[in-house]
């Protein structure tokens, strides 16, 4: 029997029931059919627990929500203290809370000027393509195909068909996609009068992190300036620290006009994103500050969370950690790849934002549910199912990456058996 507060379970089979039945079938049915019938329960640092108990090393942290970990001490007593004075607050007024966090931000983003804060990150991308098409008086959206930013009305036009056409928000007309890492086809497409903007990942993480060619995203900037575009990043994934820098295009050495975070800048415990603006694009707030009003978007507690996680990275010793973690990795996948090469055949890497490619075409899928068996919880793309998306967060101990490289080594040979027995398997949103 599970217990808590208002709730009670008497098993975890039947959790999975009612998720059927009243939340989501399609998501229930898709992981028990991989073999996968996780319920989280119990949950604290990189670790994740099973409704029966069973620890896994969470490797897949939402996306980057959990950068810090579950349930990360500073930040939960952050919000329990946040709480004792403020709540969400009421966006029409000014805040203490969002006039620290928007300064402190602002600091931290070389170029920008102001901070749009929402309670998602899909949000926060429309938010970013309405500032462009104000700034520029043009409608058009460029991104690349297979890309992804997000589920709302804008957000989901900029992605990958899959996501798209189901709700009938594909609009050619407005959204045009080229190949990533393709200069000329961005140039093409760009050359019309009428784009307002370019959205890019930095590493783009749901195709599976492919790492820009070099002098990529500067190419972009460039063609953006010539074409009078504005050049959007999305920072969900490869912002805060992860790829051993703030944020990911400074990594790159590109100046975006507009950038978008989230996942991590929540801390993991209260829904949180920003759309940094400049000037130019932030200008529609001079002239009507309610032209995007978002209820919850800049909550008062949520800032106050944000703004722990921002001084948390400040720190030197998590860059230093972050650059132990990238190497270590990156040693320990090079030794595995000339091993298992039959297996493992490559690996995407920028600081702690990692994919593995298997050389089998759903090689990652069935890495996903062998590693599962094995103590760790990693997910494959959805949209290249030979990639793992391989994400330690940025306070990862060393104890624990010895152990993950220790636990991914005894799983290659149920990996090898899961891949000879294969059949084809559609992967989930």
């Not at 000329?184 to 992190?209: C, N, R, W």
């Amino acid at each position: 029997m599970f217990e808590y507060g208002m709730f009670k379970f008497s098993s975890k089979e039947e959790v999975l029931e009612k998720s059927s039945r009243y939340w989501n079938p399609g998501k229930t049915r898709f992981w028990r059919d991989a073999g996968v019938d996780l319920v989280i329960d119990k949950r604290e640092g990189y670790e994740i627990f099973d409704m029966d108990g069973r620890r896994l090393i969470d490797l897949h942290i939402n996306g980057g929500t959990f950068n810090f970990g579950h349930r990360n001490p500073e930040i939960v007593e952050t919000l329990k203290s946040a709480l004792d004075h403020f709540d969400i607050g009421n966006h029409w007024f000014p805040s203490m809370a969002r006039a620290a966090l928007a300064e402190a931000l602002v600091k931290v983003s070389p170029g920008f000027d102001y901070a749009f804060f929402s309670p998602g990150g899909a949000e926060a991308i429309d938010v970013a393509i309405k500032s462009a098409r104000y700034a520029t008086k043009r409608r058009r959206i460029v991104s690349i195909i297979k890309g992804y930013h997000g589920h709302s009305g804008l957000s989901v036009a900029t992605g990958d068909a899959r996501f798209s056409k189901i709700f009938l928000s594909d609009r050619p007309d407005e959204f045009v996609q080229v190949p990533f890492n393709d200069l000329g086809a961005m140039e093409q497409a760009l050359s019309a009068s009428d784009v307002a903007a370019v959205i890019l990942e930095t590493i783009p993480a749901t195709y599976g992190f492919p790492i820009p060619n070099d002098g990529y995203n500067h190419a972009v900037k460039e063609l953006c300036k010539r074409h009078g575009v504005l050049y959007i990043a999305d920072e969900v994934q490869t912002g805060l620290m992860r790829t051993g820098q703030m944020w990911g295009w400074q990594t790159f050495g590109v100046q975006p006009d507009i950038f978008v975070s989230a996942k991590g800048i929540s801390g993991g415990v209260y829904p949180f994103a920003v759309t940094m603006l400049t000037q130019r694009s932030g200008g529609w707030m001079e002239e009507d500050g309610a032209a995007h009003i978002s209820t919850t978007g800049g909550s008062e507690v949520g800032c106050i969370v944000a703004l722990k996680v921002l001084e948390i990275l400040a720190r030197p010793a998590v860059l230093a950690n972050v650059n132990f973690l990238s190497r270590f990795f990156a040693d320990a996948f090079a030794e595995m790849i000339q091993t298992h090469g039959d297996v493992i055949c490559g690996l995407r890497q920028k600081g702690v934002v990692i994919g593995v490619e298997f050389a089998h075409p759903e090689g990652a899928v069935h890495a996903s549910r062998a590693l599962y068996e094995h103590g760790i919880w990693a997910i494959f793309s959805s949209l290249d199912t030979r990639i793992l998306q391989f994400k330690p967060g940025v306070l990862m101990t060393k104890t624990l990456a010895k152990e993950v490289v220790h636990r991914f080594n005894a799983a290659l040979p149920r990996i090898r058996e899961l891949t000879v027995l294969s059949t084809p398997i559609r992967s989930p949103a």
